[in-house]
């Protein structure tokens, strides 16, 4: 089993609709949790990140977070074209700062 | 704040060819950097975990004497790809974090990634 699964993709959205993006993962001991967006060609942008269950909002996004289910979610709200990308997953082991990245879901958002 | 930076961009060189690629941490200092490859259409695979004025830990497959990683002060890490091959062509891409200074969970800052082709 992979430690940290994202929804396959590619996931195609109208302008203006919401993007949801899921992501599971395997360590149960996991603390911490990342979103990062990567543009074809460029290196990961960090988006958000998410310590403690429940929803934590930045702007268009929010992330969520259900430790109980391994379980961990991006919303995007009012998609842009500019939101067009591949979404990273990304969670640190329970004893150590490395960082799992699940393989990324490419959103398209439809102009 | 936490900007990363990553030089050269770019690098296409012959087959034998050793190249050195540096990352810098330039508004805070890094304790710990990270390095990956990226291969086109997959995620991020960690090569190893740099810490200043330590030796760098390397994930299982990743050869240490080919992949060269210096970290010797807290702002500078650098990946020297000995003896480069086509096989070696990649993007790499390194990462710092604020670890090590009472904030364990900061998240990974990347540099833009140095795109390596080997001919």
């Known amino acids: 089993q992979k430690e940290v699964e994202q929804n396959s993709g590619p996931l195609s959205v109208p302008e203006g609709a919401i993007a949801s993006l899921n992501c599971t993962y395997s360590?149960?001991?996991?603390?911490?949790f990342f979103w990062y967006r990567q543009y074809s060609g460029k290196s990961p942008e960090l988006i958000m990140f998410?310590?403690?269950?429940g929803d934590k909002e930045d702007g268009r996004f929010t992330a969520q977070l259900n430790k109980a289910s391994q379980y961990v979610s991006l919303l995007i709200r009012d998609s842009q074209p500019s939101d067009s990308a591949t979404y990273l997953c990304?969670?640190?082991?329970?004893?150590?700062?490395?960082?799992?990245f699940g393989a990324g879901t490419t959103v398209t958002v439809r102009a | 704040g936490a900007v990363v930076s990553q030089h050269p961009s770019w690098v296409i060189c012959k087959s034998g060819t050793s190249v050195k690629i540096e990352c810098r941490s330039l508004?805070?200092?890094?304790?710990?950097m990270f390095w990956y490859r990226q291969f086109p259409k997959q995620s991020l695979m960690l090569m190893a975990t740099?810490?200043?004025?330590?030796?760098?830990?390397?994930e299982q497959g990743v050869e240490k004497d080919k992949f060269l990683i210096n970290h010797a002060s807290l702002t500078l890490s650098t990946l020297t790809v000995t003896s480069a091959h086509p096989e070696d062509s990649s993007f790499y891409i390194c990462?710092?974090?604020?670890?090590?200074?009472?904030?364990?969970?900061?998240?990974?800052?990347f540099g833009d990634g140095t795109r390596l082709s080997i001919l």
């Open positions: 998410i310590y403690s269950n």
């Open positions: 360590d149960r001991g996991s603390q911490s």
């Open positions: 990304a969670v640190n082991g329970r004893n150590d700062y490395k960082l799992s």
């Open positions: 990462s710092a974090s604020l670890l090590g200074q009472g904030e364990k969970d900061q998240p990974q800052h």
């Open positions: 508004d805070f200092q890094a304790t710990t």
């Open positions: 740099s810490n200043e004025g330590s030796k760098a830990t390397y």
